[in-house]
């Protein structure tokens, strides 16, 4: 088994432009020698070991997190403006470009790590060209850019 | 909560426990999961060894409460939507999920398995 993986990865890191033709014959040639799951076991651990080693680009696993994290606290910040507004506390016209900046930033973060945790998933059609975290990075910058430009306007 | 009865394979076959003990905890983090991909239990379950995953991943296969199917990873780190029971037939081209057709070429082939209950 261990010896087929090597013999695997030896093939595909000497010409990783045919990684999928160089599995097929790979695996052609163990069925034909009568060891399909050989071949089978092959192809799982080399999957599992690349995603361990973090030779695939997923996203990580705290994206979701925090994602949550920052949405659930830009909300919190929110509410405490509206009960503070509400007990007739305003914020400082000099510190309504600090509150639009903490708005812009949440948001941005939420939308990049959620967005980047959701298109990893396949929940948000990609492009093959686009990759899951280009996808993060851009859409938490389009929402900084959108919100810092909203705020300007708006909030005053 | 899985209809793998998991306490009865581990019984039959202990060498797996640890594995089967990890996928049963998987499944009931996800109980809308329909698809185990090993990638995923792979990084989320660093504790457990991949030879036991991935030995457990088959045996659920050869009791049928799994089927084994095969993906196109792309270069870019999606899954590409086309599976395939052979990875001997996955085509030079497939569509990506705008059903632009890209070139297969540099891909890596992966194994996702199904629930079968």
Redesign the interface.
Known sequence: MSDALHELNRRVIAD??????I??QF??EK?KAGDT?GA??T???R??????DNQ???VP?WFSAAGLLCGGLTLFFLMGLIVASIARYQVPQESKGLVSLFFALGLGLSTAFLGGDA??K?KI??????????FSATGGIAVVIIVLLLMHFLYK | MSRINFASLASKFPQYKKGLKGIENWLNRHPEARVIDPMVISREMKSIGIDELAQSLTLLEKVGELTRVYKVLTPSGVLADGEFDDPRSIPERLPDRFDQYFDTRESNIVPVFRLVA
């Not at chain 1, 990783?16 to 033709?21: D, Y």
């Open positions: 990783p432009e045919n990684t999928l033709p599995t097929q695996y052609d069925v799951d089978n076991e192809l799982l651990v999957s599992m070991i690349m995603a361990r695939i680009k997923l696993q298109a990893a396949g059609p990609l492009s093959d060209k686009y990759s899951p975290i280009q």
